[in-house]
């Protein structure tokens, strides 16, 4: 079993910064690789970022060059910044873990950002 806590999520006006942390615990050893997704209002969910246990990255292409995903392995965190907010950004946040080769089986319960015009 892994748990997957977020934080940082809030409300901050277009143009702004956040920072999303997540933190893990339970059987890390298990990880290959973790992501962010998000969820609008009536939208599915969609991958915007992930990392794997090597530091390999992607990016949905909306965010490309506004987020960056990093992790601190001696913290089991992963973190999201995320620039430039833009309105559309606006969504749940969840966290997720994976093992190789496999889809994201463990989820965080979610944080709300919310990006002002």
């Known amino acids: 079993q892994v748990q997957l806590v977020e934080s940082g999520g809030g409300l901050v006006q277009a143009g702004g910064s956040l920072r999303l942390s997540c933190a893990a615990s339970?059987?890390?050893?298990?990880?290959?690789?973790m992501g962010w997704y998000r969820q609008a209002p009536g939208k599915q969910r969609e991958l915007v970022a992930a990392?794997?246990?090597?530091?390999?990255?992607n990016y949905a292409d909306s965010v490309k060059g506004r987020f960056t995903i990093s992790r601190d392995n001696a913290k089991n965190t992963v973190y999201l910044q995320m620039n430039s907010l833009k309105p559309e950004d606006t969504a749940v946040y969840y966290c997720?873990?994976?093992?190789?080769?496999?889809?994201?089986?463990?989820w965080g319960q979610g944080t709300q950002v919310t990006v002002s015009s």
């Open positions: 990392i794997t246990s090597g530091g390999n990255t």
């Open positions: 997720a873990s994976r093992p190789a080769g496999t889809n994201y089986n463990y």
């Open positions: 339970g059987s890390i050893f298990s990880i290959n690789a």
